[in-house]
């Protein structure tokens, strides 16, 4: 890839909440270094750009997220950058640790190389990366993820047409594209309506869009195995107690994010008094629902995160009785009373359950004639 500009200086010593950084030196020289697919990707994809000069100007960030933004490169690409230290406006961690900073690009590098694997339909391309040099940077530098470019997130088309018709055919796009994850032996964790991204497919009928997963950081990431990983509206029952996940997790997800897209509302509430996001409200819903994970040591249920979900009251309420299959479907049914697709409805006591193992796999699913 011929990189031809000239690296630029962060564009300030101190982030919005105030605080302060200072350059840091590396401990050892860096080398240059990009990873791409060996494939032809499309016409005019050498990557001659400042991503310095894309994160700061507004109108080229297409979107951000919890690690940094995505900006527009072309009509057909795009790149994905962390933006420490100089925050934008959410909360980013600040990593004043160096074996943070370096395990940080350890899992960017490793969402290049997981992204580079996969050529899939219904899974987002990526094109290549490469390390970014940036002087007096905290990291010393950025991984750059050169990707395929959606026309717009699966969140922003459904606000748009308002047309539930649509769900079955993003059904079946994200089922295969989680089944092709699942024959890799690769967990997303992170399954929303914001990482399904709508691309252009003219010859498809009846609508001429492919929908396909993206997103792999949150893949690559097991920085923190002793906190829950991913979306937290989504989130299944071995993450919300802070166990391994599983592919299984991302079936439960799955069926979470296709549910709000037929009925408007999230399958678990989690919004507390004030209206914004409660953990203890969302672990309240996904416990009636299917039950509670029984710890080997009760000591665990007082760890700060067990108590911010309220575990010892949920284990009280629950541990002696896990609701039944029936018990389960009857829930589903009476809350999705006004979804058309009672068929759907009803798929969900395969995806919604306990334990991961016990959740149909995207084949499965795809085999019973979703």
């Known amino acids: 890839m011929n990189l031809s500009w000239v690296p630029t200086e962060p564009c300030g010593s101190g982030d919005n909440f105030g605080r302060l950084f200072k350059p840091l030196r590396p401990t050892t020289n860096g080398h ?49 950058t962390n933006l420490f230290p100089e925050m934008v406006d959410w909360s980013v961690p600040f990593i004043d640790n160096e074996f943070s900073r370096y395990a940080h690009i350890a899992s960017q590098v490793e969402e290049v190389m997981v992204g580079v694997s996969m050529k899939h339909p219904n899974i987002l391309r990526t094109f290549g990366g490469f390390w970014c040099e940036s002087p007096g940077y905290q990291l010393g530098g950025r991984a750059v993820i050169i990707m395929e470019r959606a026309l717009f997130s699966l969140q922003e088309f459904m606000w748009q047409i308002r047309d539930t018709s649509v769900v079955p055919a993003v059904e079946l796009d ?8 699942r024959s890799r032996y ?25 929908f396909k997963i993206s997103d792999f950081g949150t893949s690559c990431n097991f920085s923190t195995p002793d906190q829950p990983r991913g979306n937290r509206t989504n989130m299944a029952p071995e993450v919300l107690w802070c166990l391994n996940s599983a592919t299984g997790s991302d079936i439960f997800s799955w069926y979470c994010v ?59 309420k629950h541990k002696h009785a896990r609701p039944s299959v029936e018990a389960i479907l009857n829930s589903l049914i009476h809350m999705g009373s006004h979804i058309a697709d009672k068929a759907f409805v009803y798929i969900g006591v395969l995806c919604i359950t306990l334990f991961p193992q016990e959740r149909w796999s995207p084949s499965a699913l795809l085999g019973g004639g979703i």
């Open 186 to 210: 690769i967990q997303h964790r992170d399954f929303t309506h914001r990482n399904v991204l709508v691309c252009s497919q003219p010859d498809r009928k009846p609508i001429p869009f492919a």
């Open 258 to 316: 296709m549910w709000e897209l037929h009925s408007g509302l999230p399958l678990f509430k989690y919004k507390g008094s004030e209206q914004g996001y409660c953990k203890k409200t969302y672990a309240e819903n996904l416990s009636n629902m299917v039950g509670v994970y029984r710890p080997d040591d009760d000591a665990t249920l007082d760890l700060r995160y067990m108590t911010s979900i309220n575990a010892s009251s949920l284990q009280a």
């Open 174 to 181: 994200t089922l295969r594209g989680l089944e092709y994850l």
């Open 32 to 80: 240059p270094w990009s990873v791409y697919a060996n494939i032809a990707g499309p016409s005019g994809s050498r990557c001659e750009f400042d991503i310095e000069e894309l994160v700061s100007k507004q109108n080229m960030v297409l979107g951000r997220g919890g690690f940094g933004v995505t900006v527009q490169v072309n009509s057909h690409l795009v790149a994905k």
